[in-house]
């Protein structure tokens, strides 16, 4: 936790910085809006970087093909003239109305203590925010922040600690070379001996294991002893098909990400099966001044593309303009002609 | 046209007529098949489409890619004739095939 400071005061914050969210900055910098994007993930992109960032995408027009990566790093260098404020791993938690139906203010706060005051909220959730996929073992939920956690928020949490590590992927293997030195004894639970993380972690936790430092298991979860929220033992189903109880008191799975709608639910919104209906002329929701862009949103004929979003962004920026210079009249101009925007974009 | 039978967890089983070139994943959407939920589409990047093979079919459907065994490590309760369903494309040569849903994806 960060302390709390003085709000931010900007134009718009927008939840979230996936493709949508990205865009959603180039089409209000076109009209001087200035925006704040907030992503509990680490890096912009949303699902294109998180879940597919060598896939190709065949369907952004303009594009035959680009890699969901390639889409997210285009979309930077594209909205790097508007000079975007960017607030990664925070958890946009709250939402509130501190305007008026006509002049629209909202407080926005966040899990790490930050808090903007702005005209606007984009909600560019998407599928929600990325959270940490739990584990399938019975009764993990009592354990969860007192000896599960999902993530390494403070290295000393672990000291001391015998520990289980569980997965393959690139967080368990660097948490395990983390985290050696500091816990009393690690141990590293996988389902098969082929690990997916970077070959130089793999090769040091081969090293570790080879030393005796460390124990390497190969098998899946199938049970949690303790009580109160203390872990005492993890069973383990190894791939012989026996059961060995690890001697263990805390434990750190990485199970990968999924999506989950999170605090949006609490914002007072209308909801539609975890969907904010919006009408499709400005994109706005019920309450005025909050718009939901992308995948978040629900409509008739709504279809979860890249660029039914990028549309929608451009749409809600013109209403959004309305709220922030509710006394500026709007000239719609082309970028490739108008002086005016090319300022802006810093190539007249 | 290929058939291919969808057992429950709870021994429910329901066969169905699959395409040649589509995949398993998407005979089961396509015919209401309940037990798949395919969030990705396909991609092989969220490992809800996860299967057991019969094993009288496992050597013809064969083994996982690489990318494949990767998302596995996703899944609930991996078996070695665990597969995930948007990655096994229907051919004439899967006639007949038995998968089993699990109780749970993701
Ligand atoms: C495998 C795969 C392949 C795909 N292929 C295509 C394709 O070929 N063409 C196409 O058009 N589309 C494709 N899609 C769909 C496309 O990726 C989505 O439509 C797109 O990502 C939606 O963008 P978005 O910005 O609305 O949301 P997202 O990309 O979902 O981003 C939303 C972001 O908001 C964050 N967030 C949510 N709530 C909060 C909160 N409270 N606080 C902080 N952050 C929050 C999330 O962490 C996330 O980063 C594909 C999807 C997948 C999974
Ligand atoms: S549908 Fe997502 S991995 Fe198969």
């Given at each position: 936790?960060?302390?709390?400071t ?5 134009d718009?914050v927008?939840?979230?910085a ?6 959603a900055v ?9 925006a704040?994007?907030?992503?509990i993930l680490?890096r ?6 998180e ?8 369907d952004?027009?303009g ?19 508007f ?19 006509e ?5 926005v706060k966040t899990?790490?203590g930050?808090?903007?005051?702005c ?6 959730a998407?599928?929600g ?9 019975e009764g ?5 922040g007192s ?11 672990f ?19 983390n985290?050696?030195p500091?816990?009393e004894r ?9 690990f997916?993380?970077?070959p130089?972690?793999?090769n040091?936790?081969?090293?570790l294991?080879a030393t005796?430092?460390i124990?390497?298991?190969i ?18 189903k ?19 990400l ?7 639910a609490?914002w ?10 919006v009408?499709t ?7 005025p001044?909050?718009?939901?862009i ?7 004929g ?7 979003g990028?549309?929608?962004a451009?749409?809600a920026?013109?209403?959004a303009h309305?709220?922030v ?6 000239l719609f101009?082309?970028?490739t ?6 300022r802006k974009?810093?190539?007249? | 046209?290929p ?12 066969t ?5 070139g589509?995949?398993v994943?998407?005979?089961a959407?396509r015919?209401?098949v ?5 969030e ?5 990047s969220c490992?809800t ?7 009288a079919?496992q050597?013809?459907?064969?083994k ?7 998302m ?12 995930l ?10 006639d007949?095939?038995?998968v089993?849903?699990p109780?749970?994806?993701g």
């Amino acid at each position: 936790m960060t302390e709390p400071t003085a709000p931010i005061q900007t134009d718009v914050v927008i939840v979230g910085a996936g493709p949508v969210g990205l865009f959603a900055v180039f089409e209000l910098g076109l009209l001087d809006i200035k925006a704040h994007l907030v992503d509990i993930l680490d890096r912009p992109g949303g699902q294109c970087a998180e879940l597919y960032p060598e896939k190709p995408i065949y369907d952004i027009p303009g594009f035959p093909v680009v890699s969901g990566q390639g889409l997210v790093d285009n979309l930077m260098k594209q909205i790097e003239p508007f000079g975007p404020q960017f607030h990664f791993n925070e958890m946009v938690e709250s939402l509130e109305s501190i305007g008026t139906a006509e002049r629209p203010r909202f407080r926005v706060k966040t899990d790490g203590g930050l808090t903007f005051e702005c005209a606007c909220v984009m909600i560019a959730a998407g599928g929600g925010s990325f959270q940490p996929k739990k584990p399938p073992v019975e009764g993990i939920e009592a354990y969860e922040g007192s000896s599960v956690f999902y993530a390494v928020r403070k290295k000393e949490t672990f000291r001391g600690k015998k520990l289980l590590i569980v997965g393959g992927g690139d967080s368990a293997l660097d948490w395990t070379l983390n985290l050696q030195p500091i816990a009393e004894r690690i141990t590293l639970l996988h389902r098969r001996d082929d690990f997916r993380a970077a070959p130089h972690s793999v090769n040091a936790m081969r090293e570790l294991v080879a030393t005796g430092k460390i124990d390497l298991r190969i098998g899946q979860l199938a049970g949690l002893e303790g009580a109160d929220g203390g872990l005492t033992a993890v069973k383990a189903k190894l791939s012989d098909g026996s059961v060995e109880t690890l001697d263990v008191n805390m434990m750190l799975p990485f199970f990968g990400l999924t999506m989950k709608l999170g605090p949006i639910a609490n914002w007072g919104l209308n909801l539609h099966e975890n969907l904010v209906p919006v009408d499709t002329e400005k994109f706005e929701s019920n309450h005025p001044g909050i718009f939901a862009i992308g995948d978040i949103n629900a409509y008739p004929g709504k279809l979860k593309l890249i660029l039914s979003g990028f549309h929608e962004a451009a749409l809600a920026a013109q209403k959004a303009h309305r709220y922030v210079y509710p006394d500026k009249r709007l000239l719609f101009q082309y970028t490739t002609s108008s002086t005016n925007l090319q300022r802006k974009l810093g190539v007249a | 046209m290929p058939k291919i039978s969808f057992i429950d967890f709870k021994g429910t089983e329901r066969t169905v007529d699959a395409q040649v070139g589509s995949t398993v994943m998407e005979t089961a959407l396509r015919n209401g098949v309940p037990g798949i939920d395919a969030e990705c589409g396909g991609a092989c990047s969220c490992a809800t489409c996860h299967v057991y093979v019969d094993p009288a079919w496992q050597a013809a459907v064969g083994k996982p890619s690489a990318m494949e065994d990767d998302m596995l490590d996703f899944a609930r309760d991996v078996q070695p004739n665990s597969r995930l369903s948007c990655q096994i494309k229907v051919t004439e040569a899967l006639d007949g095939l038995i998968v089993r849903t699990p109780e749970k994806q993701g």
